[in-house]
C-alpha cells in the first residue's frame, strides 16, 4: 500500500497540509483546492511541491474528482453561515453552496475515500449542513464521530478516547475552532467576547467589576490561569525588539476599545480566539498582551471613566498593550518555524489568513485517530 492520498478542500493557508505531516501517517496531498489568490500564495510558498487548484470547488467535476482517486478529504468549509456573530444563513448562505456540492457529489464517486475530517465553528454542529453531511455520510455507508473541541482540552485529555473503528475505519470528525466572532461584513464587538470554553451569556444581572467583568468571568480566567498542566503564553511570544513597536495599539484604539479587550499578561494560559481582524483595531476582538506586567490592571481600570481623555490615556498607556503578532499567533496554534508568509503578504492579510486557519496540533491529534 502506498501513501494515503488526500484531497484538501478549503485548503487556505494549507493548516490541514501542516496537521497533516505532524501526524505522521505516509500520505500526499494530490490536489489541494482554494480560491483566495492571497491564501494560495501562502500555501505555494509553503506546500512548493502540492498541485493547487486554485478554482472553486463548484468547479471540479466528477470525472476530475474519479481521476485524482483520493483516499481522504480533509476540509474546512467557510464558517461565516455557521458563527454566532454571522447572520447564521446556515445553508441558504451562498456561501454553503460548493459543500452541499460535495455532499452532492460524494455518493457519485467511482470509489469512495476512506478518510474524511471537516473542520468548522461552533454553530456547525446545530445546522441543517451538518444535518445534510451526515445524511450523506450514512447514505455512503461512513461511520462518523463529532467532536467539540478547545485546543486546550484537546491537548490534555484527547488522546485516549479511540473510537473503536471497526467498521471499515470510515469516521468523519467535525470540530470546533475557536474562533467564530466576527463576520468579514460586521464590526460588531461584544465585551470580552471570547469564545474560549465556557463564556456563555452573561446575565444581565450580574454586576462588573471593572472593566465590564463580572465576578464570574474574572473567576473562569483565573481558574484557566492556574491550571498548571496548561502552557503560559510567554512560550508562544517573540523575542523583544525594534519591531515590535508596530504593534502596539493606537491611542485612538486604547481609549476607543480599552474596556471591550481582553487582556492577558506572558504569564497567562488562556486568550480568546483571534479572529479574521485581529490586529486591526475596528474589528478587534481578539486577547491582547499586557507587557507591562507589574502593573495591576484593575488599578488602572478602577475610577478611570472620571478621567479626561489625556489622563485616560496616561493610565492606559502604562499597561504597554500589544497586539500579539502573526508569528505569535503561528505559534499558538502549532504552526512549526519554518512555516512562514512570502513578504508581500501585508500584515493585516496575515492576520485575516491565520484568522480564517485552524489548531494543527488539535487536527494532527485527529487524523491519527481518524487513521490509527
Ligand atoms: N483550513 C484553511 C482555511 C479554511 S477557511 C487554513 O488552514 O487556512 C475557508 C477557505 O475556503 C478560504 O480560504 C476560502 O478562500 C475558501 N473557499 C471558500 N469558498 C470556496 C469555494 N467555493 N471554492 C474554493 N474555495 C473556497
Redesign the pocket.
Known amino acids: 500500500m502506498g501513501p494515503v492520498r488526500v484531497l484538501e ?8 497540509h501542516q496537521a497533516l505531516r505532524e501526524s505522521c501517517i505516509s500520505a500526499e496531498v494530490v490536489a489541494a ?4 489568490t492571497v ?1 494560495n500564495e501562502v500555501y505555494k510558498h509553503n506546500f512548493p511541491s502540492t498541485p493547487l487548484w486554485a ?4 468547479g471540479i467535476t466528477l470525472a476530475e474528482l474519479n481521476r485524482l482517486s483520493f483516499d481522504m478529504i480533509l476540509m ?4 461565516q453561515p455557521f458563527t454566532r456573530i454571522g447572520l447564521q444563513g446556515d445553508v441558504s448562505d451562498p ?1 454553503t ?2 459543500f452541499l456540492y460535495i455532499l452532492d457529489i460524494l455518493p457519485r464517486l467511482q470509489r469512495l475515500p476512506k478518510y474524511i475530517l471537516l ?1 468548522n465553528v461552533k454553530g456547525f454542529e446545530t445546522s441543517s449542513a451538518r444535518d445534510k453531511l451526515v445524511e450523506t455520510l450514512k447514505k455512503c455507508g461512513f461511520k462518523y464521530q463529532e467532536f467539540l473541541l478547545s485546543p486546550t482540552y484537546i491537548l490534555e485529555n484527547f488522546p485516549d478516547q479511540e473510537p473503536k473503528a471497526s467498521v471499515k475505519h470510515r469516521v468523519a470528525a467535525g470540530l470546533e475552532k475557536e474562533s467564530s466572532f466576527t463576520s468579514p461584513e460586521e464590526e460588531h464587538i461584544e465585551p470580552n467576547s471570547g469564545s474560549d470554553a465556557g463564556s456563555g451569556q452573561r446575565s444581565q444581572k450580574e454586576a462588573f467589576v471593572f472593566k465590564l467583568e463580572t465576578a464570574k468571568e474574572m473567576e473562569r480566567k483565573r481558574n484557566q490561569d492556574s491550571d498548571l498542566s496548561i502552557q503560559m503564553l510567554k512560550d508562544f511570544l517573540e523575542e523583544d525588539g525594534e519591531e515590535m513597536s508596530q504593534y502596539f495599539l493606537p491611542p485612538k484604539a486604547l481609549l476607543r476599545y480599552a474596556f471591550l479587550l481582553d487582556i492577558v499578561t506572558p504569564s497567562c494560559r488562556r486568550s480568546t480566539c483571534f479572529t479574521k481582524g485581529y490586529g486591526h483595531y475596528v474589528e478587534g476582538t481578539g486577547s491582547v498582551l499586557q507587557t507591562a506586567e507589574d502593573v495591576q490592571l484593575e488599578s488602572v481600570f478602577k475610577s478611570i471613566e472620571m478621567l479626561s481623555e489625556e489622563e485616560k490615556l496616561m493610565k492606559l498607556s502604562t499597561l504597554k498593550l500589544r497586539y500579539f503578532t502573526p508569528r505569535e499567533i503561528e505559534n499558538l496554534y502549532g504552526f512549526p518555524p519554518e512555516f512562514g508568509f512570502p513578504d508581500k503578504i501585508t500584515m493585516k492579510q496575515r492576520y485575516r ?1 491565520l484568522g ?3 489548531n494543527v496540533h488539535v487536527v494532527a491529534k485527529l487524523i491519527s485517530l481518524l487513521t490509527g
Do not use: F, H, Q
Not at 9 to 16: A, Q, R
Not at 33 to 36: I, K, L, R, S
Not at 76 to 79: G, I, K, M, N, R
Open positions: 478542500l478549503y485548503s487556505g493557508i494549507g493548516g490541514m483546492v482554494d480560491v483566495n491564501a478554482k472553486t470547488i463548484e474546512s468549509p467557510p464558517c456561501r453552496n460548493s473542520e489568513l480564517n486557519s485552524l
